[in-house]
């Protein structure tokens, strides 16, 4: 193993097995749960899906049932025995469309041969019975074909009028009688006797108002026409287009069955007409009702349209049908579902064989408003009754709407008995709000693992910072008792060698006893200085250091330290210089405890500084505060120790440091006692110039 690596192990022992024994099977533990809370949802949400799915089939049912029964009302036979009947009745025109209409859609009724018995309208209608000349009709015939030559050929009108007037009374059939009371108002007409003419239209609106002419146009529409020309050629008066107008609504509301062409050109002719009077003469009454009914929906314009729909779209794909269905089919309702001018219809209609010879009765659902108004309560309905949410969408719109339906919250599902554009989309609330309390469960769960972890990491950091520093204080108690050790046992070696010199040697000259006298002196000075030093502190270290603080002068106990001091260094080959202002007023302070700053500071001065040998001492005022500095211009100290050197047992890692002798306690008592005084010690310093210390006492405190 790389030793770097194992020295990493070593060292790092108790946060690898802290790591190894919490974070480790947290982490484990943590992963297995979120796996396992994943499974657990995922199969949560399979058995709500599925659970959706049945859900939604039986609401797809009743969805269908709902609407069969509604199918089911729609052909039931009393409906279309109704429209029959009607039909039979011969009734008032007018009406007779009305009961097709329902608010869902229309009724139709066909005939065994499909012809369109509702809604009535000219199209496509059972051809009515006509009565052509028969040969008992001929001499009839050839009196009328000579009225018509004499008429148009010959252009003698006066005796085409005698003919026809002949044909008139002979005729037998209502039809005869007609055209030729169509003629001869025509004629009247022609010879400019009004009167005459007016006389033969109104009595063919009277009686034969509903037959048809040659043209197969209506002789109530055409005579009124003519009634309208020969009034306005007389004076076009209010009453004249009051006629008219009344007409244009008679044809609106159905009052003829004709088709779509002679609808249109009877429309356009008397709008024409009406629009020609109107501008006129001034009739503002007439014309407000004029456009009142020129805006309204034609019913039978309505009714027309849908039985050419009828006509082109439905009955030739029901005829297709026919070949498809199978007998036990025969009663079943059958559906079509078609486009007709952009929109979209249901058609459900079946063979009503009670009725003439299997008559086919349908109801035409307009599906735009079968999703507005029926659709909305069925749903109301399934979502009452099942608890779950149900829409319906287009399946054209299917892909655009693919990004709301979530596929796990919903489904959707296609109609079976009914071909219907559609799609029921069901949705479960729950299961949405299901995923999100996971997802916020998930949210919770990363946010607590997540701090949990970070309280792991700190804890884990913590330890290490407080193994770090214990083993760091350990050392440095080590060293301390190392270098304590060394320091007493050098001058207590000294001390003694020195004594016994001078117990043993008894022919000693007097200078040489006295430089014995004067070592033993000094390292007995030192070992006191130590000693004193190391009983401070442990006194201070527990809490026992006490000061005797007395009033006195400041400047005096510090030069009396240094001249105390002052021979030892210039014996050590320093230059001692000293500024200490004399007119200090009096302050509190225990004097021991201040010279034991100024010989530590003396001290560190003296062992720091190998070449330059100058130390200066200043004690001066500054405001309220007393400074006392010492300056050496020894090694120095760089910025990065300066913030470590006042910590207890601290000694540089520069090789002066290691070789002058010390206990690392100096700077600490320096400290502990100038703040005991309520001061401050600072530090300036400059490697390899030197170093400043000021200590800052205030003046009146302590
Ligand atoms: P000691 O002097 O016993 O080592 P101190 O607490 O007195 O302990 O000093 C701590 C450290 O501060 C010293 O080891 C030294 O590195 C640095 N130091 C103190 N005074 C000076 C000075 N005047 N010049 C340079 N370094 C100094």
Redesign the pocket.
Known sequence: MNRSLFDFLVKNKIVIIFFLAIILPSLVIAYLSVKTFSQRRETIRQILESNLWISGNSALQSFENALLEKEKESLSNGNFVKLLKIYQGKPNLLESNKPALSKEGRYFLLDEDYYILFPRTGIDGKPEFSEEMDSSQQPLWEIYQKAENFEFAEKKIARAAELYQECYQKASSAQHKAIALEAIGRCFFAMKQLDDAREAYNRLIREYSHLENKAGHPFGIVASLQLYEISKNRNGDRESLEALLHLYENIKDGKWLIDIPAYDLFIEEIETSIEGGLRENNLPETQASYLSLKSRISPYLESLLFAEFLRTDIIPRMKENVSLTTVSQKDQPKRLLTHHRDKSYLISYKVLSHLEKGSHGGFCWDLRSLKENLIPRILKNIEKETGLLVRIIDELDRSSNRENVSEASSLSFSFRQFPLPWQLVVSQPGLGSLQKTAQREVLTYGVLFFVIMALLALGAILIARDITREKEATRQKTEFVHNVSHELKTPLTLIRLYGETLQRKKNLSDLQKDECYEIITKESERLSHLINNVLDFSRIDMGRKEFDFQRGSLAEAVRETLESYRYHLEKKGFSVHDLIDSHLPEMHFDREAISSILI?LLS??V??SPDKKEVTVRLFRKNRTAILQVS?R????TPK?IKK?FTRF???K?KL?SE?K???????LVKHITEAHGGRVNVE?EPGEG?T?SVTLPIGGG
Do not use: Q, V
């Open positions: 530590n560190n001065a062992k720091f050496d020894g090694i120095g100290i120790e050197i601290y000694r540089s520069n440091s002058a010390g206990s690392g306690l100096g700077l600490t310093s170093t210390f």
